[in-house]
């Protein structure tokens, strides 16, 4: 099992960790716990810095979370305040009134301590993070633990979270993960989703999940198995109000698979929901204009975004002081 480390920026202690053998590699970061490439025979499969790019410049200054470990929250919170055990917190609001992604001190920014462990089938990279609620406003500090393994046998990257607090507070990580099964500076069209219950929730005009109704995608377009230009082009106002997916989906099933006919990724997770994204908007870009709209997608594992509103005190993302949070989401590569 091979691996190395390149450092970024020895002052800033950055670095770069490359795990590989003959077929594949996988490139991580500690600046933001970030996956930074993902090559399958060659052929990078995920969104993220160019060879050209400056690597730390790209993740500071681009609007897309590339690659990211998000956290302490994923997703919109509405309005950027929340109550929980009859108290009332203001947020940052980063998103127009809403908090997004735990707001501008969140995981994304921080440069990580590390250390790897080296197997016989793979290599696991252990990230330490705290977030203080100085720093973000939410309800406690959090004591953060990030596993990212990577079985080069099985092309598996699999995550494990594990956090405690020291009060109840709100805890919904994810990682931003883009995937591009064709070039990357292509569209992602033909890939289709093998799954034949995708259940969406819908939307608000402010991007909120007000209630648990949801829509059965596949019924609604009438096919078995749904390709993103079926989506697209379906006409439903949902889509065409955000030019593309930005929907929590509820998991259904086993895995969650999307194939672009010569190439899948499988995601298992035990979390209930996948937020899938199609990068539905480009206003930033690199050195070689390579971001494209709808040349991404995303399958961000985590709870519902603003389940706070949506549940209370019932609210999945609530952790409670002496409770330790676990979870685990795998992304699996299939050369068919």
Known sequence: MAFNIETLDKDKNID???????????????????????????????????????????????????????????????????????????????????????????????????????????????????????????????????????????????????????????????????????????RIDNHEIKNENLQMYTLNDKQIVENEETVNLNETIDKKYLSFKDIFESGLDQIEKYNGIDHPIKINEDTFTVTNGEMEVSMTTDNDVVVLFTLNEVDWNDSKNSIVEHGGFTLEAQSIPDDIHLYGEKAPSILRKGKTYKSETSYKVNVI
């Not at 410049?57 to 919109?76: D, H």
């Not at 995981?107 to 080296?118: G, K, S, V």
């Open 16 to 186: 770069l960790i490359t795990i590989y053998d003959d077929y594949s590699e996988i490139k991580f970061t500690n600046f933001g716990m970030r996956i930074v490439d993902w090559k399958v025979n060659g052929k990078s499969i995920v969104l993220g810095p160019n060879a050209q790019d400056d690597l730390i410049q790209y993740y500071e200054e681009n609007p897309y979370f590339f690659g990211a470990t998000i956290g302490r929250y994923g997703g919109r919170i509405d309005g950027g305040k929340f109550e929980l055990n009859g108290q009332m917190y203001e947020l940052e609001q980063n998103d127009s009134e809403h908090n997004l992604h735990g707001g501008s001190n969140g995981l994304h920014t921080q440069i990580c301590d590390y250390e790897i462990i080296n197997e016989d089938e793979a290599v696991t990279i252990i990230y330490n993070a705290e977030l203080l609620s100085k720093n973000d406003h939410f309800p406690g500090d959090i004591q953060i633990k990030v596993f990212h393994r990577y079985d080069l046998s099985k092309m598996e990257w699999t995550i494990n979270y594990e956090a405690t607090s020291t009060e109840d507070t709100l805890f919904n990580p994810m990682n931003h993960v883009y995937f591009n099964l064709n070039n990357v500076e292509q």
